[in-house]
């Protein structure tokens, strides 16, 4: 699904020799997510980031990190014909106790996210922040069959306290290839998503935050038309993070930025019982 997951999602351009010598030979495709209940496909998600924190404008933190997630997707219930409940449990292996969280989506087979739920959550985000960022993420396929060289666009308006702004990603189908024995869409795409923070559920109860998040992304995925699945993505990112927390009576001003690299490989499909 989207690049969920938070939260997770996308593919580094692949080298032009690799694009235009695996080609299948079919020339139109439909991009639709097939929901199947029977089988629970597992991914596994790697992160790398740096990032600066400033409060006041004085550096107060540099890092790198990195993060190894597995997770898996399972279709919960089919709503309708084009509908389906989906969830995805995360296992982070960075931690000294591995933590298990997951969370479900309505989803539409074009990729909309229509309804978002979350159970166990670790993430210290409210849910408001993820239901406006997969709104942005998802990709939202179109209706028709498409060939090599066509785009589209995701535009999203946002409201933010400076005034209404749009939020777009342009996506483009840059070749059929032959992937890990999947005959696969090479999707590009590359947008500006804005995210209004809001209070998380970590958050002092009397404190006040405002502020924005905007991420710049960049990436490719591997999409399985037939099976209607994700088989890879890579992803970069830049998030800037401008804000102000009042806690106790007292305001910081805060800006993050943080470059991060991201990549979802599909691991194993599993059948169940």
Known sequence: MKRIMFIIMAVLIAGSVLLSGCGTGEQNVILTYKFNPDKIYHYKFDSRSKSTMFENDKVVHRGDKSLEILYTQETVSIIDGTKANVRFTYTSNNLEKPETWSNEFVMSSDGRVIGFGMQNDSSGQSLDYYRKLMEQAAPVYPDEPISPGFSWNNTVKVLLAEGNTDAATTYKLRAI??????????????????IPLSKGPGDAPDAKISGTDKIEVE????????????????????????GSILKSGKSINFRIEEDRKRQTILKEIEKKN
């Open 177 to 194: 290839v032959r992937e890990a024995g999947y005959n696969c869409a090479v999707i590009e795409y590359k947008g500006t998503m804005y």
């Open 219 to 242: 990436g490719v995925s591997y999409f399985a038309y037939a099976e209607g699945i994700i088989i890879k993505e890579q992803e970069t990112s830049h998030l800037l993070r401008e």
